[in-house]
Nanobody
Framework: QVQLVESGGGLVQAGDSLRLSCESS????????MGWFRQAPGKEREFVAR????????YYEDSVKGRFTISRDNAKNFVYLQMNSLEPEDTAVYYC??????????????WGQGTQVTVSS
């Protein structure tokens, strides 16, 4: 069972930045695509970004394009989500995931416990 542990969430003001980190216990991390999803209160879990195993290919949900950047360090088994120009609408629990390549959470297998991001206006 792969373990994913997120960190880096917090309470910030609109316009601020945060960097989320996710450490994976996956032995074959360097060969595994990774993704970030988020879930706001009362809403379904939604796709945010994904990155290929090599880190070369990335894909973002439209509302975060140009503000968020997903990256990875295969030597350390980490994936990151740099979030700039945060908006109150970005408030959610952010989850790290692997095992999939689509935008539906049903396509992914392993999930972290999540880290809370709260953006005040």
């Amino acid at each position: 069972q792969v373990q994913l542990v997120e960190s880096g969430g917090g309470l910030v003001q609109a316009g601020d930045s945060l960097r989320l980190s996710c450490e994976s216990s996956e032995d074959t991390f360097s060969g595994t695509p990774m993704g970030w999803f988020r879930q706001a209160p009362g809403k379904e879990r939604e796709f945010v970004a994904r990155i290929s195993s090599s880190g070369i290919t990335t894909y973002y949900e439209d509302s975060v394009k140009g503000r968020f950047t997903i990256s990875r360090d295969n030597a350390k088994n980490f994936v990151y989500l740099q979030m700039n120009s945060l908006e109150p609408e970005d408030t959610a629990v952010y989850y790290c995931t692997d095992g999939g390549w689509g935008i539906s959470p049903r396509e992914y297998t392993s999930w972290g416990q999540g880290t809370q991001v709260t953006v005040s206006s």
